[in-house]
């Protein structure tokens, strides 16, 4: 989003009505609990046994589960505080947005590991004991993060040393565009943002098309592992929205110049919120084994002993 956009975005959130304002931002709020509640209970239920935290591919799941409830937390702390203190600290808004922008960035990276995971265990399963291990899993979470700091804490950098020191003492509203506002950064972000976008999506339709062409892929583990990674795929078209953000929020302010305000709503909650209650759905109620301990959370069964 420009800085046009963003002061259109309080120009017209100025002229919302209070009821208006507030109904969007419960259903914000009750998305976002909801989908939180959903997640500490795949966490739990990660945690307490050890089939799941022993197993790579549950481990990059739950990665993917924490990634995805600190961004919904951070959006949403976000979206209240612009219809409610509209402007904050620099310093606290760099922080904010460095997490969020970690989080973001983490998610689709993620998505193309775990699409990996189900090729070699479709394609190669004679070697997956000692390709997917816990100890290269967990690396490949560092390299995953890793990779995002190197993405955006140049932003930081840039910023630091092209901005006076007031700027950081000033207040304004909470977005990328506004804390981060060196034209440099929005070249190095589109730039990075390509090449995450072509790589990611390399990764999907080769490890898709791999299985979907292997030879024992009609059994029901290949036909499951195609569906998981078209989740996946359809989980990554609507994360990677977020890569072609002030483009298309351009465009709709265009097109919607009347009700860019709702259109932002929109955008917010099918680019940032239904991505992440994506994720609970492909584990948390497909997966027959993870979906039979999280009943006993979900439901406050006690296990038996």
């Known amino acids: 989003m420009n800085a046009s956009s963003a002061n259109v975005t309080v120009v017209l959130q100025d002229r919302e009505s209070f009821s208006k304002a507030v109904t969007k931002n419960v259903i914000v709020v009750v998305l976002g609990i909801s989908i939180n509640y959903i997640n500490v209970g795949l966490i739990h239920t990660f945690c307490k046994y050890q089939i799941f935290y022993t197993n790579p591919r549950y481990i990059l799941f739950i990665h993917l589960v924490v990634n995805d409830m ?39 990276l993620n998505l193309a590991c775990m699409a990996v995971e189900c090729y070699i265990a479709i394609c190669i399963p004679l070697r997956y004991m000692q390709i997917c291990t816990v100890k290269r899993t967990l ?17 930081l950098f840039i910023t630091l040393a092209t901005q006076p020191l007031d700027f950081f003492h000033s207040r304004v509203f909470c977005i990328r565009k506004t804390v981060f506002p060196n034209p440099l950064i929005t070249k190095k972000r589109d730039i990075t943002y390509s090449v995450f976008v072509v790589l990611v999506w390399i990764t999907i339709f080769y490890t898709y098309f791999k299985i979907l062409f292997t030879a024992k892929s009609a059994s029901k583990d290949g036909k499951k592992a195609r569906n998981t990674i078209l989740l996946h795929g359809f989980q990554l078209l609507l994360c990677m929205a977020t890569y072609v953000a002030p483009q298309l929020l351009d465009v709709v302010q265009k097109w919607f110049p009347k009700n860019y305000i709702d ?43």
């Open 139 to 155: 690396m490949l979470i560092g390299l995953i993060w890793v990779t995002s700091m190197l993405s955006v804490l140049p932003d």
């Open 263 to 305: 259109s932002l709503f929109a955008y917010y909650i099918i680019v940032q919120v239904l991505p992440r209650s994506i994720s609970p759905i492909i584990y948390g109620i497909r997966d027959n084994t993870f979906r039979r301990y999280l009943k006993r959370h979900l439901l406050c069964k006690v296990s038996p002993q």
């Open 70 to 108: 600190i961004q919904v937390t951070l959006t949403i702390i976000l979206f209240i505080i612009s219809y409610t203190i509209y402007k904050v600290n620099v310093t606290v808004c760099c922080v904010f947005i460095l997490i969020a922008l970690f989080a973001t960035e983490n998610t689709p």
